[in-house]
Structure formats: C-alpha cells, structure tokens
C-alpha cells in the first residue's frame, strides 16, 4: 500500500509559511515523513487523513486518547457544557464533582490543584517540593520525561554514562536556551537502579528537595519500575525527608486501579496527572498529600494558578472520563486488549524469527527490536546497548505504509511509547495483527 498525501504536501506548503516547521509543535513532526500528518477527522481507534486515508491509530494522541476519539459519553458532556455556557475562571459543581471522582479512583491523592499541561503540573510540583522542604536538590531518573521546562528537562547519556554507583557523570540541558548553570540543580540516576538511590541520598544529604520518576518509564518505551524498586525508594524519601514525586502524566488511568500508585501499593507525597483523564481535552493536575499541597495559595505561599485552568470544557470532559473508568469492568477490557494485541505482535516476533519482544503495560506498549529477554528493559543502560533504532525505524516506515500509525520522533535509543484505548475493537486487533504480518514479512 502506498501513502498518498497530495492534499498533506498543499497543507504542508501552506503551513510552514505561517507556523514553524508547518505544525502546531514540534511534536507534531513524524520523523520517517518528515512533516506532520494532517487529519480531516478521527474517530473511535481510527484516524482520517487530509488525503482521505484511514489508519487504525497507536499513537493514541501522545498517549492523551484512552476511551477513543469522539466517544459519545464525552461529546454529551462538551454540548451540556457549551449549553451552560462555557465559562472559564469560574469553578462549579463540575469542578468539585471532579475533584471527588479523580480522589476516588486515586485515593492516595487528598488534594489536588488543577493545570493545563503535564509540564505546568511537573513544573508546580517540584516548586512546591521546594518550598515545603527548604531545599534544592532535584533527583530525576535518566532518560526520564517530565515536561519542557528549565526545573528538570536534563539527561545524561540514556544509561550510557553512569558512574560505578549508577549516578549519570554529566547532566546536561535538554536543548539550548537553558540558564547557565541550571543544572547544578538536578542530579540523575539511572531507573531501578536502588543502590543509585542510597548512593545520591547519602551523597547530597539534607541537599535533596525531591525525587522524581515517571513510575512507568513510557518516556523510554515502556519501562515499568519493579516493586522493590518503588517500595524501597519511599521508605528512604521517608527516611531522609525526601519529597517522592510521581509523574503520572502518562500512567495515570491505565492501568488497574487507575494509577501506578494504586498498582504499587506506594503512596507517593505529590504526583502529576494528565492526558488521558480528560481524553485530550487540556486537563492537567497536581495531587498529593494534604500538608504539603495546602503550600499552594491561598493557603500557602506557593502561587499556582493559570487563565484556563480548571475550564469547565476541560472539567466536564474529564469527569465523563472519570465515571467510566469507575465502572466495574474498565480494566478486564483494557487487559483484555493487551493480552490480544500484545500477545499476538509477540508471537509475530517468533514467526518471522525477529529479534525483538513487545513489553506492555495496561493500554500502552513498545517494540523492542533488537534483544528477545524482557528482563533486559528494566534497565536503561542495558537497553540502549542492544536496542535496534534502524530496525525499528525502518517498521514504523513499513507500517504506516500497512495503514497502522505509530509515532516516530527522532533516532533514539529505545522505542517511542503506542499505545490502544477502549475503542480498538477485537476486528481492530485482528487486521492489525494480519497487517503487522505482512510488515514483519517485509523486514
Ligand atoms: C511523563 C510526562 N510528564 C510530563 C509531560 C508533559 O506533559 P504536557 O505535554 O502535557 O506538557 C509528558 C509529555 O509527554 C510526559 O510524558
């Protein structure tokens, strides 16, 4: 099948006059297209190209698509919300209704304070970790993704630089731009990794504001963290009075009991929630335990606050989202759906005598080419050794041209994260799974 995108190139001509690059972010960007890809409209699993195209989507809006485009249950609530007359900066019964849906599905979560983003969220969280502790030291998990801002965007070397005790050598800036010195506030280590976690806690001590992980790595592929790992790391924050902050951005929802919080049985003291809450309306969320949150104003001194925050549009889709993955069942289908999907790209592996594995975690997943043994993911170091960018560059190439959108962003050393939502069907499923025959075939 070939891709056909005469009306995307017109797009693409028209945009890059205008808008930098000829999308709306850098992320829109599909680096083996090398443009972004224009849609006409979405619906359910599948997404419509500007060139009339349709392709069963597993790029899941960055991962902000967990129930499906267009779900009837949340355009309902978007209408009665244009009805009510979709006022901003203004709460309403909507906002506390949200407040006590989102505190009942995550109930380690006391309070919380709502954002728009994941990185205004990451953003307010360290402040506050800051100013509740009187400290500077930000520890952050190489390789980790927390958002765009000058606080925590620094990485070492993916694993590749870490010193004897698992400590990166050098933290640098993501990007340029960063104000000198910036990184004299963050010190990386490699994920799982617990004796790094002693090391940098005895190194730094009273130093350290906050340590900071995406529970689930899917900034990595898909990397969930072992439980040991989580249990140990807050019994030493509660040791050392460290602020254990979660980034759930990407976790958060999906997965049994709605948070890695609840999988691990650990309760982290702040965490960040966004995407699929509010199914890709812009809903982000700062949660945590009562004491340390009240830093926030009014009641603290700590300002977080935002124009748009806490929109009613956003509110109300988020709450139609929150009363669904409340229903008994929502997690026997997402389980479900991995075990079909997952399970049969698995077995296709095999077949086709790939080298490679799929690993996932609830509605999200990675391709792994390059080394069979799953246990091989867990750490970042030994990933980036054996990982296959050419191999896996080169699928996603050949299944887009099979109709199956994954993301590309760039060369890396690990996989970009897809994932499915509740709206891939097992037809869904079963033409993918034929597709990414004919695809492995090719390779
Ligand atoms: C784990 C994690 N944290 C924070 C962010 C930033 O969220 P946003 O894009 O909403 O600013 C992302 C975005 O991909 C993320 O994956």
Sequence with gaps: MEIHMEKSLELFHEARKRMVGGGSAGGRIHRTLERPLYLERASGSHIFTADGEEYIDYHCGAGAILFGFDHPRIKEEIRKCVDKGFYMNFDSEYTVEFAKLFTKLVPTVEKIRITNSGTEATLAAIRLARAYTGRDLIIKMDGHFHGMHEMIWYNGGYGRDLDEFGETRRVTAELPGFPEHGEEHVRLIEFNNINAVKHVFEKYRGRIAAIIMEPVNYDCGCVPSTMEYMRKVRELCTQEKIVLIFDEVISGMRFRPGSAQGYYGVKPDLSTFAKAIANGFSLALIGGKAAIMDGFNPLGPVVCSGTSSGNMMSVMAATACLRMALEPGFYNIIEEKEALLCGGINQLFQKHNIPGHIRS???????????????????????????????????????????????????????????????????????????????????
Excluded at 369 to 374: A, H, I, L, N, S
Excluded at 412 to 421: L, S, V
């Design 361 to 443: 975690h609830g509605a999200q997943f990675a391709f792994y080419f390059g080394y069979e043994d799953p246990e091989l993911d867990f750490r970042l170091s030994e990933t980036v050794k054996r990982f296959r960018p050419d191999l896996y560059k080169r699928f996603v190439k050949e299944a887009l041209k099979e109709k199956l959108y994954m993301y590309y962003g760039g060369d890396k050393p690990f996989p970009h994260h897809c994932g499915f939502t509740t709206a891939h069907t097992r037809e869904d499923i079963e033409v993918t799974l034929e597709r990414l025959d004919r695809v492995f075939g090719r390779l």
